[in-house]
């Protein structure tokens, strides 16, 4: 019986054996196509690393160009309201001039009138007068 024990525990151990021998054979295997499969996608994978650093650089050179344009428009704002100001303050005073020539040359007129009414009335006072006489 004990010899029947020990020709059982050895079938057992060379059945380990030759599992544990099959094992290592295929993680050897897995190990290769591992290296293999990151060799080739490391390379791949490199060239997408390096496009998308030149796809981030060309976005922050267009966003920093967007934020130059943005900047030059807001000046171009201030000037543009600066002058609309200027510009309101010389129509002002434009329309300060013109009611004040306004006023001056209704005065005017009224002067005129009057001094072609009293010239009237004189001429024809003396036209009545040296009719008279």
């Known amino acids: 019986m004990t010899e029947s024990l020990i020709i059982v525990m050895s079938v057992i151990l060379v059945l380990a054996i030759g599992f544990l021998i099959y ?30 650093d030149t796809t981030f650089k060309s976005a922050r050179a267009i966003t920093d160009s967007i934020n130059e344009m943005a900047y030059d428009a807001k000046n171009i704002s201030h000037r543009l309201s600066d002058t609309a100001k200027s510009i309101g303050s010389v129509a002002h005073a434009v329309g300060g001039a013109s009611a004040r020539t306004k006023l001056s040359t209704i005065a005017l007129g009224a002067g005129i009138k009057a001094a072609f009414d009293v010239l009237s009335s004189k ?7 040296g009719n008279n006489e």
């Open 23 to 52: 094992t290592l054979m295929e993680v050897r295997k897995a190990a290769t196509e591992l290296r293999e499969f990151l060799s080739t996608k490391g390379e791949s994978l490199d060239v997408t690393l390096k496009e998308a």
């Open 123 to 129: 001429m024809t006072q003396k036209k009545e007068g």
